[in-house]
């Protein structure tokens, strides 16, 4: 199996190269795919070959295997994420000077791997103390009360409610570093919403974590609403999740060359970049060029994991076979801030970053009146003022607050809560019909949402996606369906306080913690 050298490099943990007790020490991480070790072939220090007799690893929490023992027993098991430590037992001083490393080995499903790096050798005496951790079971308990009893002398307070948690630590693993407890955010629940999906259909329960006083109310009250009407059509109208590498070349017509190779090599691309994942699917790059820069945008679709890990690796993975194969590239960066990874947009808003869903009801004008106390027209030409403030403020949402029930929802189902920053993005419409109801209509152009992965099956967070039937593979659309059509009722919900003049009196109600 082909892996491109940038892709190799990235094993290595660099500034891991220490001095010990008995020698020196570096670590490796598997940032490639499950795999496991079967042959240390050679390791390399500044041209001198390193004996395998004075060669140790590290595997696991407590097993430490010579390379002569892992020769003979030909498959050491090496999963993704995890480290394995390498002693060699040779003398070297410290110091700022660059060494030469060089390692090679046989693993499965790679074959032979051979790379090179660069690094120089630290004291590890000479390290000041920090957090306490273990790299090889940073879950465990022990070194969690470490953890916690080190918080509690630097900020001379108790770890009480943080340190209560059902969760098996062990379970956290790519979710976090460093675990000391949980932060504990109170879940309501609103609903039932009869949905008119293509992926959810029926009545569903919602739950949203807020701190927020009347959050869950308003909510539900737009469900009810929009219940009476027929409930809400959801449809997710495109998918997409990018990564967005930068070329730099020493003029543009350099870049300009590069981008028609590009064309002309997307077939391999994709089979490099879709060689690192069994889920992300590249289905096109764009590209922009700007002065002698050459912006790629690749376009993935990830199944139902949000994406934003599995399609980094996959551009790397497909940018370091480029790197191999194309002569002129003066410089490179895997991401040029372009994809807008945790940032609002307006290429996202125009191209869709994860799920462009749009949700829609029409709502009868007796159904407002006798709920909301309020005439469609009212709502309608409040949308249109508004309107004019959003075209002010440069805002990206011309609704009123889409992202407050989104990111309830996106804490409560364990959605990474930095995406909402893209999925803050809202275009509402509204239009009377002939008959005076409200058709409503609210598109979320980049909804990053997962039903699989990162944080989605921890305890309480995996516990409300199945409230819902939405936890695991082949969900995320429908969970998508979801979060579009609660959008919209929290959007006809405020949307009819603030035409009736009802917001304020329904805070003083509900919302009063003071």
């Not at 940032?343 to 829609?360: D, F, L, P, W």
């Given at each position: ?57 590290k595997v696991g929490a407590d097993m430490l295997l010579s390379a002569e023992e892992i020769n003979a027993k030909g498959d050491i098991s090496f999963p993704l994420r995890e480290v394995i430590t390498v002693f060699l037992n040779v003398r070297a001083k410290a110091g700022p000077e660059k ?416």
């Amino acid at each position: 199996m082909f892996i491109p050298s940038m892709l190799l490099k990235q094993l290595y943990t660099h500034g891991s190269l220490q001095k010990t007790e008995d020698g020196l020490c570096f670590m490796l991480k598997n940032r490639l795919k499950d795999a496991s070790i079967s042959e240390i072939l050679h390791i390399v220090l500044d041209g001198n070959h390193i004996p395998k007799e004075k060669i140790t690893l590290k595997v696991g929490a407590d097993m430490l295997l010579s390379a002569e023992e892992i020769n003979a027993k030909g498959d050491i098991s090496f999963p993704l994420r995890e480290v394995i430590t390498v002693f060699l037992n040779v003398r070297a001083k410290a110091g700022p000077e660059k060494l030469k490393l060089g390692l090679s080995f046989k693993a499965s499903p790679f074959g032979k791997l051979k790379f090179e790096v660069e690094d120089n050798i630290s004291d590890i005496s000479a390290k000041p103390e920090g957090i306490p951790r273990d790299p090889h079971d940073d879950y465990q308990a022990e070194i969690i009360k470490a953890r916690q009893a080190y918080f509690a002398s630097a900020t001379g307070a108790p770890v009480n409610h943080v340190g209560n948690y059902s969760i098996d630590p062990n379970t956290l693993k790519g979710n976090i570093e460093h675990f000391i407890g949980v932060a504990q955010v109170p879940i309501g629940i609103a609903g039932p919403l009869s949905i008119d999906g293509e992926y959810a259909k029926g009545d569903f329960v919602v739950p949203l974590a807020t701190t927020e006083g009347t959050l869950v109310a308003s909510y539900n009250r737009g469900m009810k609403l929009l219940n009476m009407s027929g409930g809400v059509k959801a449809t997710v109208v495109d998918d997409a999740m990018q990564r967005a590498p930068v070329f730099v070349f020493s003029d543009a017509r350099g870049a300009r060359d590069f981008v028609k190779w590009i064309n002309e090599n997307i077939e391999k691309i994709r089979d490099e970049a879709e060689a690192t994942s069994s889920v992300a699917k590249l289905t096109y790059i764009d590209h922009f060029l700007s002065n002698k820069f050459a912006f790629l945008r690749f376009n993935y679709r990830t199944g139902d994991a949000a994406g934003q890990n599995m399609v980094g690796r996959a551009t790397f993975a497909a940018c370091g076979w480029i790197m191999d194969h194309y002569e002129g590239i003066v410089n490179f960066y895997l991401e040029s801030n372009f994809a807008t990874d945790k940032k609002a947009s307006q290429i996202n808003i125009m191209r869709t970053r994860g799920k462009r869903v749009t949700a829609e009801a029409t709502i009868k004008r007796e159904h407002l009146l006798s709920v909301m106390r309020v005439e469609p027209k009212q709502i309608d030409y409040h949308g249109r003022v508004a309107g004019i403030g959003s075209f002010l403020s440069g805002v990206n949402n011309t609704g009123l607050h889409s992202p407050n029930g989104i990111t309830a929802m996106f804490i409560a189902t364990g959605q990474d809560v930095a995406n909402v920053s893209e999925s803050s993005a809202g275009i509402m419409y509204s239009e009377l019909t002939d008959e005076g109801d409200l058709y409503v209509s609210l598109t979320v152009p980049s909804l990053i949402v997962a039903t699989y992965g990162g944080g989605t099956g921890i305890g309480t967070q995996k516990e409300c996606l199945e409230l819902m039937d939405c936890y695991g593979k082949n969900k995320v659309y429908k969970f998508a369906e979801i979060v579009g059509a609660v959008a919209l009722a929290g959007e006809i919900s405020l949307a009819s306080a603030i035409s009736s003049s009802d917001w304020v009196s329904s805070h003083e109600q509900y919302g009063r913690n003071r």
